[in-house]
């Protein structure tokens, strides 16, 4: 079987971290079912789990591995070494047994080595865990392998270099993110295409953000009267393009289920019209900003500690309803080779050469709180 045939009848996968609760904090098995059969009946096939997904698994075999058979899906799960994490090699190498014996699904179509930062991946190298993916597929408990990645351009190029049967590679994507200085988007894409390896988009409503964007984007969205949800523009602008093995959608609800399949089952990519909707909502992002920095990047160019201060400052403007995890991790993209904040000497060469005339001094000592 190969990876990705590009002729999925349904883009959207169906991801699992955000199921629907009980009052109780269980997860709600019987409306999970609801959408599995929804979504098989749309169409779809892949599913999303991971180890680190609290209840996921157990509630996946629940819901679709004991009531549909086996060839009539596909499952990705997930091996974590979480940044910082005292986990030993013998436990890393464990969780896909416990993912298994969880899921009850004999094996994962998809496993990906998950979450690639700067502040991880050396650990992956260390406990051998490309290797042992391998040796998974060898096996059979898996079909295919591939990683999840949030850092930078030059390390996604590296992992590429040094793994290169690595067959697929998910990414953070959305309209939101798609020039982020701390995410970088489009360039990991455009590395994936370059390198033929198909991608698994996370994230394109940027952790429910955009389903509730803010007014000014809400406002050229409704301007256009066309009874769609602000999720929508979102995934469909992911799904407009290529080379995409699915477009992640972590649903909490039958009805957000529903929503998304009501233009994800008949898929239409965004039109010319529709592209440049998009962009002006990329705009009206890029206006709403705490720090009226424009990137003219006049003062990097003589800082004596290399400090990115524009993209640190992209980083600061793109809080506003981020969990504090993302902010970091976004962070260390911006800084990683180069000055952090906190490495300011504060010799005012920047402030003297900033057109806005900001107090860059000031906010820089600001922006130490996301390291």
């Not at 929804?38 to 892949?46: P, R, W």
């Not at 047994?97 to 700067?118: M, P």
């Not at 180069?338 to 490495?343: E, F, H, L, P, V």
Request: charged letters at 25%.
């Amino acid at each position: 079987m190969s990876v990705y045939t590009g002729k999925e009848k349904l883009k959207m996968g169906f991801g699992l971290m955000r199921l629907p609760k009980l009052e109780d904090g269980s997860i709600d098995i019987p409306q999970v079912s609801q959408m599995v059969d929804s979504f098989l009946e749309a169409g779809g096939t892949y599913f999303d789990t991971a180890f680190a997904y609290p209840g996921s698994e157990e509630a996946i075999r629940q819901a679709l591995v004991e009531r549909y058979p086996r060839d009539r899906y596909t499952l990705a799960s997930k091996l974590i070494i979480s940044p910082g994490s005292d986990i030993t090699e013998e436990e890393a190498k464990q969780e896909i047994r416990t993912s298994l014996e969880r899921s009850g699904a004999g094996y994962f179509d998809y496993y990906l080595v998950h979450a690639i930062q700067r502040t991880n991946y050396q650990k992956y190298e260390e406990y051998g865990i490309w290797d042992y993916v391998k040796k998974l597929k060898e096996e059979g408990l898996i079909r295919h392998y591939g990683f999840s990645f949030h850092a930078d351009p030059e390390l996604l190029v590296e992992l590429l270099e040094k793994h290169p049967d690595a067959e697929f590679v998910q990414l953070q994507i959305n309209y939101a993110d798609w020039e982020n200085p701390g995410v970088q988007s489009r360039k990991n894409y455009e590395i994936c295409k370059q390198y033929g390896k198909p991608v698994v988009v996370m994230e394109p409503i940027k952790g429910g953000i955009l389903a509730d964007p803010i007014d000014s984007v809400k406002a050229i969205f409704d301007r256009e009267n066309n009874g769609l949800s602000y999720s929508s523009w979102a995934l469909r602008f992911v799904a407009s393009k290529d080379n995409l093995l699915a477009v992640l959608s972590g649903m909490s609800s039958l009805e957000q289920m529903q929503d998304n399949l009501s233009y994800m089952k008949d898929f239409k990519p965004l039109d010319a019209h529709e592209e440049e909707v998009i962009k002006e909502a990329q705009e009206a992002l890029n206006r709403d900003q705490s720090i009226a920095c424009t990137a003219c990047h006049y003062c990097t160019k003589g800082c004596p500690m290399n400090i990115p201060i524009p993209e640190i400052f992209a980083v600061e403007n793109r809080k506003k309803g981020s969990p504090e995890f993302r902010t970091k991790r976004e962070y260390v993209i911006v800084t990683v080779g180069r000055g952090k904040a906190s490495d300011c000497i504060q010799c005012g060469q920047c402030e003297a050469a900033c057109p806005q005339h900001l107090p860059i001094i000031s906010l820089l000592e600001q922006c130490r709180s996301m390291e």
